[in-house]
């Protein structure tokens, strides 16, 4: 799954740091995330979205892997 955090982080004048610290992680999990080498939990999703003024299906890409 694909995400636009970056993008939207990057828009916003916003450091990973910063949001990070709006988020209660570490700058890594960010950076991890928008790197797509972890899955942030539901939750996390939804501080993310929230402070990025989006909504989570805006803020993640879905890509159809073939059969569920």
């Known amino acids: 799954m694909d995400n636009r955090i970056k993008e939207l982080r990057k828009s ?3 450091s990973q740091e ?3 610290n709006a988020c ?3 700058r890594q999990t960010i950076n991890a995330i ?3 080498k972890y899955d942030p ?13 989006v909504s989570v299906d805006q803020l993640f890409l879905y890509k159809n892997r073939g059969n569920l």
């Open 41 to 53: 939990s539901l939750e996390l999703a939804f501080q993310l979205a929230g402070n990025l003024n």
């Open 12 to 14: 916003k004048k916003l």
């Open 34 to 36: 928008e790197n797509n």
């Open 18 to 20: 910063a949001l990070a």
């Open 24 to 26: 209660n992680v570490s």
